[in-house]
């Protein structure tokens, strides 16, 4: 094709009036869902980019088991190689399925739409969210275990051989294209700008904070490229001064104010880069909208980024994702259940709790969508008129619209806004981390307005005592929180406008959650803490610290040093701890899986659950019965001392052996009260031991036992009513273009 006729070729664009969209395969206008946007989006690319024609393509093309009573089902869209081909309804080359930009795509709906494919007889499988497009090679006779991923499907005027190379072309996942992107972009800084690693992350943060800002508010229609960004800086540097701030200087300016509610840079914070090396960075990252790419793709490219940079350069060192499914899966968080990690680090944790439930809310709308489907597509369906199926298809649209707002995390009042804004929640001491938690939480589908740069020990906005359902936590080991660590002005919140809206948020709660530290300016941390008195470790401070936390009932899993609790040197401290909560599982794990994050401590899983009112009740008055009869029982033996002791007169010296005896006896009754309230509330501590955790001392993958342990474990727990999760549940009902959810508590509300 010369250029002449490249020029006369017509560029199709979508067409939206209102809330209606042109649907050129079905010549009508229908309700612009955001399903019938991707499907539209989607067709336009075919026909723009790779030739197709649209009468050789098709629009909800019903396509049949060939096993009798199998089932149907309706192809989004269906491409054959030619319009012949289509008219003479010979097997199609390509099937295509969409989803809403918002729906998250499972494993299983790749399998369903290759199921389709298979039906139709297709030679390729694409599914789209506009976010993350991936095809398929369609495999004739058989459903694969695993399905192929390929690099494209084929244009319009590919030949059978060109079409045999794309079918065995199987496709790098994009998470390690953008990865490796990264640490390009890494090494521009530090090759251009002689910058440290950690400066020079600092600075690809910053960046990637600023390309988000703009996608975000361009709505994907505009990727912050090299060129726009040159556009914008000449009509930035029309209007100004020459003595302005560099355009790229501006732009950070302007990110900062956009994300200052999240306290992610310091007010005077500037881009310690070159402007050449951000021009670099800015065209390197422009074939990625982050706006739009999958959250799956960028979160777990950025994971692996940290790991390398942070591991290898920094020094720091993050809980394998293995350990951190577990934890998860043993504590089976779920929706409306608050959240938090106080050692949050790159929010590792964080992060996959956000997921783990999100998919719990996802996997309920579809089975919702289903129940609907099902509903209307009854099996007098085709006995409709065509006009009559047309308008029954549409008002699904309209519903299946409506249920998809539940999963937008910027839709207020969506349970996945409720979610990512009310339920998540951590800190960090170190300022980069904090912030890496922000970030790495953003690229996987937010959730950071709760994370904060703050002492995990110390109360901060809505991290304070008796608040949260579930702690997961990797605390820092053998550290030791000295007593000149104390309580200062610059650990007070002053910001009287975000003190106002936490009060707003928490009411009175949050004014005494707020006086641990404005009441103990100058006292040292270690005296907020019973165990304080008993060691300074960190371990055992934050075991504590997480277990004030929890509400009563509430459950957390941790990260500890082999035995720390079976040193009899800290054989106080695990009293201390049993008797604020119970502990349900005690998990030790090989010491390679830490190696490889470059840890050396073997290390345990513990899990607690703190007592609820009325274990605690019980266990009180355990105590307390016990106590009066050991102490019966060597009352005058306490009494003698405490005459002899009382005496002026007595010798110095012996005063002191005395006191030596008082000691001992006080140690031997509290061992004998124990000892007791041991037996009397008793319960089973469940202690198992893997080999074998999913990662081997040089980071490869390996058999991972923890995976049958969480299964086996599960059964147990509920068996034995070790806690109940507060699961929240919905219902929907739709009728004459509404849908309407109701909770458990009979709310309602309007889906808009």
């Known amino acids: 094709m010369d250029v002449r006729e490249e020029k006369e070729i017509k560029v199709m664009d979508i067409q939206i009036e ?86 998250t795509i499972q494993e299983e709906d790749y399998y369903q739409g290759y199921n389709y494919a298979a039906w139709a007889g297709a030679d390729f499988f694409v599914t789209t969210n506009q976010k993350e497009t991936r095809v398929f090679r369609v495999v004739k006779g058989h459903i694969p275990k695993r399905l192929d991923e390929i690099v494209d499907i084929p244009k319009a005027t590919d030949n059978d051989k060109k079409i045999k190379e794309l079918l065995s072309q199987t496709k790098a996942f994009t998470r390690d294209e953008f990865s490796k992107l990264l640490f390009t972009c890494h090494n521009i800084i530090r090759n251009n700008d002689k910058l440290s690693p950690e400066a020079a992350f600092d600075e690809i943060s910053k960046i990637l904070f600023i390309k988000i800002r703009y996608e975000r508010n361009n709505t994907g229609a505009q990727i912050f490229s090299k060129d726009e960004f040159t556009k914008l800086k000449q009509a930035y540097e029309a209007v100004q001064s020459r003595d302005s701030r560099p355009f790229y200087q501006q732009l950070f300016e302007n990110t900062k104010e956009d994300f200052a509610k999240d306290d992610l840079f310091e007010p005077n ?57 577990f934890i998860i899966d043993i504590l089976d968080p779920q929706e409306g259940e608050i959240i938090c990690d ?72 969506s349970r996945v806004y409720s979610l990512s804004h009310n339920c998540i929640f951590g800190t960090d001491a170190n300022p980069r981390m904090a912030r890496t938690a922000k970030m790495n939480m953003i690229m996987h589908g937010d959730g950071h307005g709760g994370v904060h740069h703050h002492d995990g020990l110390l109360n901060v906005n809505g991290v304070f005592e008796n608040r949260f359902d579930v702690i997961l936590t990797n605390p820092p080991f053998g550290a030791r929180v000295e007593k000149s660590l104390l309580i200062t002005d610059a650990d007070r919140f002053t910001n009287q406008e975000k003190i106002n809206y936490y009060i707003g948020l928490y009411g009175e709660d949050y004014l005494s959650a707020m006086r641990q530290i404005t009441d103990h300016i100058g006292t040292p941390v270690i005296d907020l803490y019973i165990s304080g008195k008993l060691s300074g470790l960190t371990e055992v401070l934050f075991i504590e610290r997480c277990i004030r936390l929890l509400k009563p009932g509430g459950r957390l899993g941790i990260v500890l040093p082999e035995g720390v609790l079976n040193n009899t040197n800290l054989q106080i401290v695990r009293e201390l701890f049993e008797s604020m909560a119970k502990i349900v599982l005690i998990t030790s794990i090989p010491q390679d899986v830490f190696m490889a994050s470059g840890a050396t401590v073997k290390p345990s899983l513990l899990f607690f659950k703190k007592f609820t009112d009325e274990e605690r009740r019980e266990f009180d008055e355990i105590k307390q019965v016990a106590t009066v009869e050991i102490r019966g029982k060597y009352q005058e033996q306490l009494a003698e001392l405490d005459a002899y002791l009382a005496e002026r007169s007595n010798p110095v010296d012996e005063k002191k052996k005395k006191r030596a005896e008082k000691k001992v006896l006080e140690e031997k009754i509290a061992t004998e009260i124990w000892a007791i309230v041991k037996t009397k509330f008793d319960y089973t501590i469940p202690i198992a031991q893997v080999q074998k955790a999913g990662i081997t001392t040089t980071g490869a993958q390996c058999e991972n036992e923890l995976i049958d342990l969480a299964k086996e474990y599960t059964p147990y727990r509920k068996k034995n009513k070790l806690w109940s999760a507060k699961e929240m549940s919905y219902s929907y009902d739709v009728e004459d273009g509404k849908v309407m959810r109701r909770d458990q508590n009979g709310n309602t509300k309007e889906l808009c």
């Open 342 to 413: 106080p050692c949050c680090g790159s929010g590792g944790f964080l992060i996959r709790a956000f997921e783990y439930v999100r998919e719990k809310i996802e996997k309920d709308i579809q089975h919702t969508k289903n129940r609907l489907k099902e509903r209307f597509y009854g099996k007098d369906f085709d006995t409709l008129t065509e006009k009559q199926k047309e308008k029954i298809t549409e008002q699904i649209s309209i519903y299946i619209n409506k249920l998809n707002t539940e999963l937008d995390t910027q839709k207020e009042g």
């Open 18 to 103: 209102g809330n209606k969209i042109n649907c050129p395969l079905k010549g009508k206008w229908l309700i612009a869902t955001p399903e019938e946007r991707v499907r539209q989006t989607y067709i336009c690319r075919l026909v723009n980019e790779y030739r197709y024609e649209l009468t050789q393509m098709g629009q909800e093309i019903t396509v049949a088991n060939g096993h009798r009573g199998q089932g149907k089902a309706r192809a989004d869209i269906v491409i054959w190689r030619s319009s012949e081909d289509r008219l003479s309804q010979k097997s199609p080359l390509i099937v295509v399925e969409c989803k809403a930009e918002t729906v």
């Open 269 to 325: 914070d500037t881009i310690k880069i070159k402007e050449a090396s951000f021009e670099a960075i800015v065209e390197k990252l422009q074939i990625y909208n982050l706006s739009n790419t999958a959250d799956d793709v960028k979160g777990i490219a950025f994971e692996k980024f940290l790991g390398r940079t942070f591991r290898g350069e920094l020094g720091q060192f993050f809980t394998p994702r293995t350990i951190v499914n």
